[in-house]
């Protein structure tokens, strides 16, 4: 079975760090987009940061350019997103998702085939 599981998720200070992990089981990440969404309380699912594996280019949401960072092992199996200087106004479940091998959308929502379960992050002191 195709997964994506997502981890490191925690409660963290505002001016923290927190580094998010997505391992990818039975699937490489490698000829897809990877991206990072989270859903804040009463709000729609958004997207964060994403990197397309057909030549490394990121795009990150403007709330968060410049304190995130969206990144893959070299083995291709686990994305991570490193999460520097959060606020409240960060808190939320945090997904990772993957386009199909080959598709490059732009990870949007309606591009994605495979979704994780999500981690939470709470910002607050």
């Known amino acids: 079975q195709l997964q994506l599981v997502e981890s490191g998720g925690a409660l963290v200070q505002p001016g923290g760090s927190l580094k998010l992990s997505c391992a990818a089981s039975?699937?490489?990440?490698?000829?897809?987009?990877v991206g990072w969404f989270r859903q804040g309380p009463g709000k729609e699912r958004e997207g964060v940061a994403c990197?397309?594996?057909?030549?490394?280019?990121?795009n990150y949401t403007n709330s968060v350019e410049g304190r995130f960072t969206i990144s893959v092992d070299n083995a291709k199996t686990t994305a991570y997103l490193q999460m520097n200087s959060p606020t409240p106004e960060d808190t939320g479940l945090y997904y990772c998702?993957?386009?199909?091998?080959?598709?490059?959308?732009?990870?949007?929502?309606?591009?994605?085939?495979?979704w994780g379960q999500g981690t939470q992050v709470t910002v607050s002191s």
């Open positions: 998702g993957v386009t199909a091998t080959y598709t490059h959308t732009g990870c949007k929502r309606d591009g994605i085939q495979i």
């Open positions: 039975r699937l490489s990440l490698n000829y897809r987009d």
């Open positions: 990197i397309s594996m057909a030549g490394g280019i990121t």
